[in-house]
Nanobody
Framework: QVQLVESGGDLVQLGGSLRLSCAAS????????MGWYRQASGKQRELVATATSGGSTTYANSVKGRFTISRDNAKNTVYLQMNSLKPEDTAVYYCNVDLRVTRWDERQYRYWGQGTQVTVSS
């Protein structure tokens, strides 16, 4: 069993900053990609940023230059530093990880966090 625990969501004013954290624990052999998605009210979930085990990162165009994804592989934790926040960044943010649970099973499994609310007021 794998658990993802997110933290860091809050109410912040326009232009403010927040740092989200997501820690994975449980039956983990190795982690490949870690990422953040978000879902605003009435909208579909969308990709925000991803980071692979090799160090590659990708970002949604809407957050490039404002958000930074990073990983602490020793802690199985992924972070999302969000600066210059805008009201349109308001959403529930979900982390996910693609991982292997044992050395004998080469399949990748995807797990999701429970979500953390980020609200940006104008």
């Amino acid at each position: 069993q794998v658990q993802l625990v997110e933290s860091g969501g809050d109410l912040v004013q326009l232009g403010g900053s927040l740092r989200l954290s997501c820690a994975a624990s449980g039956s983990i052999f190795s982690i490949n990609a870690m990422g953040w998605y978000r879902q605003a009210s009435g909208k579909q979930r969308e990709l925000v940023a991803t980071a692979t085990s090799g160090g590659s990162t990708t970002y949604a165009n809407s957050v490039k230059g404002r958000f930074t994804i990073s990983r602490d592989n020793a802690k199985n934790t992924v972070y999302l530093q969000m600066n210059s926040l805008k009201p349109e960044d308001t959403a529930v943010y979900y982390c996910n990880v693609d991982l292997r649970v044992t050395r004998w099973d080469e399949r990748q499994y995807r797990y999701w966090g429970q979500g953390t609310q980020v609200t940006v007021s104008s």
